[in-house]
């Protein structure tokens, strides 16, 4: 009997949630996607010291030798995530998804500037514009960023996504692709209720299953890919999803797990469904987040995450970059 993992791919295109290039090679994913904490985290393993080492040599030599050490570490931090980018995709067939600086998430014009700068490194490297996926938080601003970028064949993922009015927003804005976090929905609600939820009752799986049938009724092309799992049980009951982006700790899971996996989302199920279809603009959007507490407060804390994440990896480099200045003195110099 099939394990669990080569059983969903048959339905689902399986995306790695990991910046660990090691994991990536282990579970074969189609697709891979990273956020500033697991590029943090990527970046402080001893095993790819030498991508990050790379890259802050390349800075040094771009800005030349009168360059302090804040500014290599600056420059450094911009590029980071594309080099990881890169290796990722020497690994997966498909797209890998590199995430825009959470703190310009409020600022549509340095939200575009940004993304453009890193479709912009791709092109540097010779990487086609059909693998890479920019990812944008769900705010307002960002998904207007969002469908700019696609009108300039810049395709993005829209990330830290927690209720149907973003959903909306983005197929508005045909982005590519949208990212609802399963996980970190459950969480709040396990918090804010104090109930424990499993199966289909997971509120986090349940608002997944809406957005992706609401799309699959209305024939909206922007593609759905869950994402932030907290169980299999919440993979097992999306299955039939178009994407999904695991843990490596739930592949290996899914890996070692044999039984018959049941296609849970489907397509043409979902335009049989009685689905209301819902008209959208900047203060419906913003009336519509002011009354859902749970994606008010998890966009609100995903941000404030994403943007601590980023600070601590500029704190690494620019101690990095320190180090490596240490090493390269003359012996003997003070």
Known sequence: ?????????????????????????????????????????????????????????HARESLGDSADDKEVAAAAFKTLAVAFGRKILDIVPGRVSTEVDARLSFDKEKTLAAARDIIHQYDQAGISRKRILVKIASTWEGIQAAKELEEEGIHCNLTLLFGMHQAVACADAKVTLISPFVGRILDWYKNDTGKDYKGADDPGVHSVTEIYDYYKKFGIKTVVMGASFRNTGEIIELAG??????????????????????????????????????????????????????????????????????????????????????????????
Do not use: W
């Not at 039984?259 to 009336?287: Q, V, Y």
């Open 1 to 57: 009997m099939a394990n669990l993992l080569d059983q969903l791919k048959t339905m689902t295109t399986v995306v790695a949630d990991s910046g660990d290039i090691n994991s990536i090679k282990a579970y074969k994913p189609t697709d891979s996607t990273t956020n500033p904490s697991l590029i943090a985290t990527a970046a402080g393993m001893p095993e790819y010291q030498s991508i990050v080492d790379d890259v802050l040599s």
């Open 241 to 334: 999803c178009d994407l999904l982006t695991i843990a490596p700790k739930l592949l290996k899971e899914l890996q070692e797990t044999e039984g018959t996996l049941e296609r849970k989302l489907d397509p043409e199920k979902a335009k049989s469904e009685n689905i209301e279809k819902i008209s959208m603009d900047e203060a419906t959007f913003e009336k519509m987040h002011a009354e859902n507490r749970m994606a008010h407060d998890k966009l609100k804390e995903g941000i404030e995450g994403f943007s601590k994440a980023l600070e601590e990896l500029e704190q690494l480099l620019a101690k990095r970059v320190s180090e490596l200045k240490k090493d390269h003195e003359p012996v003997g110099a003070k």
